[in-house]
């Protein structure tokens, strides 16, 4: 199976680095943010070769993976897999994430 492009919105990428400043800050270090967005990646990664290993989600094609609290949102078609959101898992909040 041809593994797909992986191609990142700009919101996504942005809730990722988001995320990962959140963590430097947090423990003041780099080390686990490092391993996070190794495992992002990684996730990624198995997604562009196995794009329906996510679980589907109430909106059309749109699938999910998780990495610890984290929950990141694609689409994907023949060629690409399109990274939507990430979105952490601990928030509250009522609007859709992607």
Request: avoid cysteine; glycine fraction near 2%.
């Amino acid at each position: 199976m041809a593994r797909r492009k992986i191609v990142w919105t700009k919101s996504a990428n942005q809730d990722r680095l988001e995320i990962l400043s959140y963590w430097i800050e947090r423990n003041s270090s780099k080390t686990y943010s490092l391993r996070l967005n190794k495992m992002i990646k990684e996730s990624i990664k198995i997604a562009a070769h196995y794009p329906e290993s996510g679980r589907k989600t109430d909106e059309g094609s749109t699938r999910v993976k998780i990495v610890r609290d984290y929950l990141i949102f694609y689409d994907f078609n023949p060629k690409e897999i399109i990274v939507l959101s990430i979105w952490d898992a601990n928030r509250n909040d009522q609007i859709k994430p992607y």
